[in-house]
């Protein structure tokens, strides 16, 4: 068996991609020796051993909105939630964590949330299903019955969905949305593997997208950016959204890309 398959099947790792990050951090031994590859084989009898710390939630995705959950002071205690881009099901395993009494996990994909979540009771597992398929998900979700909502999209801009999603939410409901400039930003402004690296296209898309939430009456409460990057090394920012929230700040947009920077690849 492959190192990244053995680390998911002895319970060490979430997934294989999980896996794989794991192991390309130096973070794995096998029989006393760091494992270089996930492609490294795994006997039964081998030692495997994982020296990083295990993750809280199923999915590297839980941290990032376990920050704004911690930033904006959210109480998710007895809420009904939905999880749009669920994924794995970071977002829906730090809600339940939380407190959330109840979570749509909604994704496109298929066979990709954890089975510890897939087998909840306070999970709805929604996959194969598109948020903007209206009469799919109004047969499961009813209007105005959600007291909070996590998006977490790749591939497409948030932009594209957002309006969808409102029908479903209470008129004073909270948002997080995760703020990817890879899917916000236009082609042009991708640079190889597709990492936006400049700046100024990282707050632009950060001020569009201010605009557009309020345009549609959610109040930025607060902006940050992801304690960690994304996938490819991507910066990704955390926008804190309440329905019907009247905000006059100038965020200082300009400070958080800054800041983003210095955190994250000067850790790097």
């Known amino acids: ?8 099947a002895r319970g060490l790792a979430a997934n294989r991609e999980a896996a794989k990050r794991i192991i390309l951090a130096g973070e794995v031994l096998l029989n006393r020796e760091v494992v270089k590859k996930p492609s490294v084989l795994v006997k039964p009898d081998d030692t495997l051993v994982c020296k990083a710390e295990p993750l809280r ?39 339940l964590q939380h407190g959330a009494a109840f979570v749509y996990a909604v994704d496109v994909g298929h066979g990709q949330l954890h089975q510890k979540l897939a087998g909840d009771f306070r999970v709805l597992n929604m996959e194969g299903t598109d948020i903007r398929d209206t009469g799919l998900v109004s047969g499961a979700i009813a209007p105005e019955s959600i007291d909070f909502c996590a998006i977490d999209v790749s591939f497409i801009s948030v932009t594209k969905l957002f309006d969808f999603v409102i029908p ?101």
Not at 1 to 8: G, K, N, Q, Y
Not at 181 to 204: L, M, N, S, T, W
């Open 1 to 8: 068996m492959r190192a990244d398959a053995a680390l998911v």
């Open 57 to 95: 939630y199923v999915g590297r995705g839980g941290l990032k909105l376990e920050k704004a959950l911690k930033l904006g002071g959210y109480d998710l205690t007895g809420l009904r939630a939905v999880d749009i881009g669920a994924s794995t099901g970071g977002f829906t395993d730090c809600m």
């Open 168 to 268: 479903y939410l209470k008129k004073e409901a909270d948002a997080v949305c995760l703020i990817k400039p890879q899917f916000e930003a236009g082609r042009g402004a991708v640079g190889k593997r597709g990492v936006v690296r400049d700046k100024a296209v990282h707050i632009k898309v950060i001020e569009d997208l201010i605009a557009f939430f309020r345009e549609r009456d959610f109040g930025v409460v607060d902006i940050t950016y992801s304690p960690i990057t994304g996938g490819q090394g991507n910066i990704e920012y955390l926008a804190l959204l309440r329905r019907g929230f009247k905000d006059n700040r100038n965020f200082d947009i300009p400070s958080v890309v800054e800041e983003a920077a210095w955190s994250l690849l000067c850790k790097d």
